[in-house]
């Protein structure tokens, strides 16, 4: 073979290679389809954001008087929980209409002029999509109860077991707000499935007319303007099809608790993963004309394993609930460390990271990890690699508002009962939106709020927050700047523990100063060497510190010896 042809089928194979690098860049870049990456989300619970009204309860148009609030924040979207037709037996995630707004939140046309407005700001809006169960007064259910084809088939029936003479339900499954998960139709002499409350009827997946119906509604708001959805509570569509009775789990509750079971046969189905798989197909194909894709976000609390499967099956964000669920007050740095770490780990290549702060089923992050520690989480899940979802509210650390028996309206709470029901309402982080110090907290004219205000709202709300150099309020919007910056954005990630008690992230990127965050897990001061643990410049400059902790801004640290204030996190760059 001569020099020459040698020299053509390098320079060849180097075009080769040159051209993967350049098609490899293209695609793990940031193209404007994942318009989602390196932002922050923002969940706006409506009944609670703001009231346009006066009724008490909060609406569409209250979202839009306050529009401005997000573009502020600059966060890239929001999502809105349920606001379809519902009796609120679960405030609005028991749907009796799912192609229509219910009146307390307005109309198609407020909504229309809401998406419009966001549009115009620059903020998506991304709506909740709940398949898992209709209400039991959505006309399917009617004529499901009636035996009407084809809605006979809509819903998971199954007949009693008979036990000395009468009816018992169909097998020991129990609803994730207590009790048995099967109600008996009188009417139709069978039992209906609930996962969730009574009036939550379970569709039944294995019908295709229902996977149609939840096509159609998908197809619906993508024609009413909305750039993705949150999908509620997907890995309890698929049951088991033997019914079988589900395993004690040896936790130490009631026997009408949830928790009571390993729902080993009605959660996290191999089936799940296969619609969830059809409904990427079908979103991509019918908005293949929009320049942006659909955002899809999956509601799963499940193992690594499935959260894996989630991102494989086409969620572009199987929602990390670890600071949630996983992680506490308690937890150790080497916990968070792990954590962290095996999430990375899992995040399948070219998909992106996720970390929710908090959301509406759960303590508000003051409550679970102490006032004190109020901004780690937000802190952390700025510095980390991909995108944040923060609560509303979370942006000002507002806090749970402790309810009395009589105050509880949350199905998980009243079920409980009057000795249980705190450790399972939900109301306490569902309280108004905290604006200002005016009569409820500026949310509402009304004499009576849906959820009282949270009396702290004198001290904790957004006005007091602008005008104070120092505020949770502040620090969020200099943390939503620094997650667009390139370190955070494109640099290699490494947690470190620096000491026992002191969690470190740093985010590198070639020829410039790292990004470092370290967080104080202590309830003292502590004085670290970042410098000789994390190999950083000896000199970095402090890029925003906790509230409460007393760190200044842009005051140059020496990161051999540096003050951590009890219960302290410091950005430094
Ligand atoms: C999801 C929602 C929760 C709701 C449940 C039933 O978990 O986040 O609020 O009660 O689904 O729809
Ligand atoms: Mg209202
Ligand atoms: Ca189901």
Same mark, same amino acid.
């Given at each position: 073979?001569?020099?020459?042809?040698?020299?053509?089928?390098?320079?060849?194979?180097?075009?080769?290679?040159?051209? @993967?690098? $350049?098609?490899?860049?293209?695609?793990?870049?940031?193209?404007?389809?994942?318009?989602?990456?390196?932002?922050?989300?923002? +969940?706006?619970?409506?009944?609670?954001?703001?009231?346009?009204?006066?009724?008490?309860?909060?609406?569409?148009?209250?979202?839009?008087?306050?529009?401005?609030?997000?573009?502020?924040?600059?966060?890239?979207?929001?999502? !809105?929980?349920?606001?379809?037709?519902?009796?609120? @037996?679960?405030?609005?995630?028991?749907?009796?209409?799912?192609?229509?707004?219910?009146?307390?939140?307005?109309? !198609?046309?407020?909504?229309?002029?809401?998406?419009?407005?966001?549009?115009?700001?620059?903020?998506?809006?991304?709506?909740?999509?709940?398949?898992?169960?209709?209400?039991?007064?959505?006309?399917?259910?009617?004529?499901?109860?009636?035996?009407?084809?084809?809605?006979?088939?809509?819903?998971?029936?199954?007949?009693?077991?008979?036990?000395?003479?009468?009816?018992?339900?169909?097998?020991?499954?129990?609803?994730?707000?207590?009790?048995?998960?099967?109600?008996?139709?009188?009417?139709? +002499?069978?039992?209906?499935?609930?996962?969730?409350?009574?009036?939550?009827?379970?569709?039944?997946?294995?019908?295709?007319?229902?996977?149609?119906?939840?096509?159609?509604?998908?197809?619906?708001?993508?024609?009413?303007?909305?750039?993705?959805?949150?999908?509620?509570?997907?890995?309890?569509? !698929?049951?088991?099809?033997?019914?079988?009775?589900?395993?004690?789990?040896?936790?130490?509750?009631?026997?009408?608790?949830?928790?009571?079971?390993?729902?080993?046969?009605?959660?996290?189905?191999?089936?799940?993963?296969?619609?969830?798989?059809?409904?990427?197909?079908? !979103?991509?194909?019918?908005?293949?004309?929009?320049?942006?894709?659909?955002? =899809?976000?999956?509601? @799963?609390?499940?193992?690594?394993?499935?959260?894996?499967?989630?991102?494989?099956?086409?969620?572009?964000?199987?929602?990390?609930?670890?600071?949630?669920?996983?992680?506490?007050?308690?937890?150790?740095?080497?916990?968070?460390?792990?954590?962290?770490?095996?999430?990375?780990?899992?995040?399948?290549?070219?998909?992106?990271?996720?970390?929710?702060?908090?959301?509406?089923?759960?303590?508000?992050?003051?409550?679970?990890?102490?006032?004190?520690? @109020?901004?780690?989480?937000?802190?952390?899940?700025?510095?980390?690699?991909?995108?944040?979802?923060?609560?509303?509210?979370?942006?000002?650390?507002?806090?749970?508002?402790?309810?009395?028996?009589?105050?509880?309206?949350?199905?998980?709470?009243?079920?409980?009962?009057?000795?249980?029901?705190?450790?399972?309402?939900?109301?306490?982080?569902?309280?108004?939106?905290?604006?200002?110090?005016?009569?409820?907290?500026?949310?509402?004219?009304?004499?009576?709020?849906?959820?009282?205000?949270?009396?702290?709202?004198?001290?904790?709300?957004?006005?007091? +927050?602008?005008?104070?150099?120092?505020?949770?309020?502040?620090?969020?919007?200099?943390?939503?700047?620094?997650?667009?910056?390139?370190?955070?954005?494109?640099?290699?990630?490494?947690?470190?523990?620096?000491?026992?008690?002191?969690?470190?992230?740093?985010?590198?990127?070639?020829?410039?100063?790292?990004?470092?965050?370290?967080?104080?897990?202590?309830?003292?001061?502590?004085?670290?060497?970042?410098?000789?643990?994390?190999?950083?410049?000896?000199?970095?400059?402090?890029?925003?510190?906790?509230?409460?902790?007393? $760190?200044?801004?842009?005051?140059?640290?020496?990161?051999?010896? $540096?003050?951590?204030?009890?219960?302290?996190?410091? =950005?430094?760059?």
């Amino acid at each position: 073979m001569s020099n020459k042809v040698i020299f053509t089928m390098l320079s060849l194979f180097s075009i080769i290679v040159l051209g @993967a690098c $350049i098609i490899g860049f293209t695609l793990s870049a940031k193209t404007p389809k994942e318009w989602w990456n390196n932002s922050f989300i923002y +969940q706006v619970y409506p009944r609670s954001f703001m009231d346009s009204d006066g009724d008490g309860t909060g609406d569409l148009n209250g979202i839009t008087s306050k529009l401005e609030h997000f573009a502020d924040l600059n966060v890239s979207a929001i999502w !809105i929980s349920p606001i379809y037709v519902s009796p609120m @037996a679960d405030f609005g995630y028991d749907i009796s209409n799912f192609t229509d707004i219910d009146p307390v939140f307005g109309t !198609i046309e407020d909504f229309t002029n809401l998406t419009t407005r966001a549009k115009s700001l620059g903020i998506k809006v991304l709506l909740d999509f709940v398949p898992n169960h209709s209400s039991d007064e959505h006309p399917w259910f009617k004529q499901s109860v009636q035996r009407v084809k084809p809605y006979d088939d809509y819903y998971v029936w199954l007949d009693g077991k008979l036990v000395n003479g009468s009816y018992q339900p169909p097998n020991n499954w129990l609803s994730v707000f207590g009790g048995s998960a099967w109600e008996w139709s009188p009417v139709r +002499q069978q039992y209906y499935l609930h996962q969730f409350t009574r009036g939550q009827p379970d569709l039944n997946f294995t019908n295709p007319l229902v996977l149609m119906e939840m096509e159609k509604i998908l197809i619906f708001w993508i024609d009413h303007g909305v750039d993705g959805f949150r999908m509620d509570a997907v890995n309890y569509l !698929i049951e088991d099809a033997r019914f079988l009775d589900e395993p004690a789990s040896g936790a130490n509750v009631p026997a009408d608790d949830y928790d009571s079971l390993d729902h080993v046969y009605s959660k996290d189905m191999d089936q799940t993963f296969v619609i969830l798989k059809t409904w990427r197909k079908r !979103i991509d194909a019918y908005s293949k004309k929009d320049k942006e894709q659909k955002l =899809i976000l999956t509601e @799963a609390y499940a193992d690594m394993e499935s959260m894996k499967r989630f991102y494989e099956a086409g969620s572009d964000v199987p929602m990390n609930f670890m600071f949630i669920g996983q992680l506490n007050a308690n937890s150790t740095t080497m916990e968070f460390k792990r954590a962290i770490d095996s999430w990375l780990g899992m995040v399948p290549k070219g998909h992106v990271a996720n970390w929710v702060v908090g959301n509406h089923d759960n303590s508000r992050v003051s409550n679970r990890f102490g006032a004190g520690r @109020a901004d780690q989480l937000s802190m952390l899940t700025a510095v980390l690699p991909g995108l944040g979802i923060i609560y509303y509210g979370d942006e000002i650390g507002m806090t749970d508002r402790e309810m009395t028996w009589n105050e509880t309206v949350d199905p998980a709470g009243c079920n409980a009962g009057p000795e249980r029901f705190m450790l399972k309402s939900r109301d306490p982080e569902r309280t108004p939106f905290q604006w200002d110090d005016s009569m409820n907290a500026g949310f509402s004219t009304a004499n009576e709020t849906w959820l009282p205000v949270n009396d702290n709202y004198k001290q904790i709300n957004l006005a007091k +927050q602008k005008m104070e150099d120092v505020s949770h309020y502040k620090l969020l919007k200099q943390l939503v700047k620094l997650k667009k910056t390139p370190v955070v954005a494109t640099g290699t990630t490494e947690v470190i523990l620096v000491t026992e008690n002191v969690l470190g992230v740093i985010r590198k990127l070639p020829d410039v100063k790292p990004v470092v965050l370290l967080v104080n897990f202590k309830n003292e001061t502590v004085v670290v060497d970042a410098r000789t643990w994390m190999n950083i410049p000896a000199e970095l400059t402090v890029f925003a510190g906790s509230v409460g902790s007393g $760190i200044p801004s842009e005051v140059i640290m020496d990161t051999t010896e $540096i003050y951590l204030p009890a219960e302290a996190s410091v =950005i430094l760059y």
